[in-house]
């Protein structure tokens, strides 16, 4: 089975601070991705990367920054944090040569800016 | 633009059968997603279409017109463990990315 492995659970952190958040995946994917998910938003992308050091954009990048320096593990950066990024964070895998494959969610990160 | 709606809540009988409906609008289509997600976990996949018609798997089927712009997600004989969210997901190209498109998802309530 794929696993994929965020850093916290659940993270407190107070405006102002820079916040890492680890995600590791144990299936050698080449795509991963950081979304955020609120209530009546569902999920949303944040920054997506398809290889080590490659990284684009996703729909929901500002306040954020990411770093792939290994392949297995990809972490979502707040430069800053603000109260407006209390969320679920939720990081994602696939290997991009199944059509099929579903992407792998990791248990998430529950953080609260203060 | 990009847009997927589903339904924002639904409630069911235990034993019954429900029905949970998504439609799309894309730049491109390259394949459905449905997934599960119970409250405070992680989303978990439960169904993949690419092409038209039902694929069955177990107690779940998901069925897909691309002409229309439409899925839906069939549940029979529920069960009270079946009461999570609902996330319906399009591919919109194919390459390399893999980028999934959420729609905000459909909290089903199944009582008893």
């Known amino acids: 089975d794929v696993k994929v492995t965020q850093s916290s659970r659940y993270l407190v952190k107070r405006t102002g601070e820079k916040v890492f958040l680890e995600c590791v995946q144990d299936?050698?994917?080449?795509?991963m991705f950081w979304y955020r998910q609120d209530p009546g938003l569902g999920l949303r992308l944040i920054y997506f990367s398809y290889d080590v050091k490659m990284k684009e954009k996703g729909d929901i990048p500002e306040g954020y920054s990411v770093s792939r320096e290994k392949k297995e593990r990809f972490s979502l950066i707040l430069e800053s944090a603000s109260t407006n990024q209390t969320s679920m964070y939720l990081c994602a895998s696939i290997d991009p040569g199944q059509g099929g494959q579903p992407q792998h969610f990791g248990d998430g990160t529950r953080l609260s800016i203060l | 633009g990009q847009n997927i709606d589903q339904p924002t809540e639904m409630t069911a009988t235990e034993g019954a059968i429900v029905q949970i409906n998504c439609t799309y609008q894309?730049?491109?289509?390259?394949?459905l997603f449905w997934y599960q997600q119970h409250a405070g976990e992680a989303p978990t996949f439960l169904s993949y279409n690419v092409l038209d018609g039902l694929e069955e798997k177990g107690r779940f089927s998901s069925f897909l017109s691309r002409s229309k712009g439409y899925s839906y997600l069939l549940l029979k004989e529920l069960q009270m463990k079946d009461s999570a969210s609902y996330l319906c997901?399009?591919?919109?190209?194919?390459?390399?990315?893999?980028?999934?498109?959420f729609g905000t998802g459909t909290l089903l309530a199944v009582q008893p």
């Open positions: 894309t730049s491109g289509f390259n394949g």
């Open positions: 299936m050698d994917h080449e795509n």
């Open positions: 997901a399009v591919r919109d190209n194919g390459g390399a990315t893999n980028k999934l498109i």
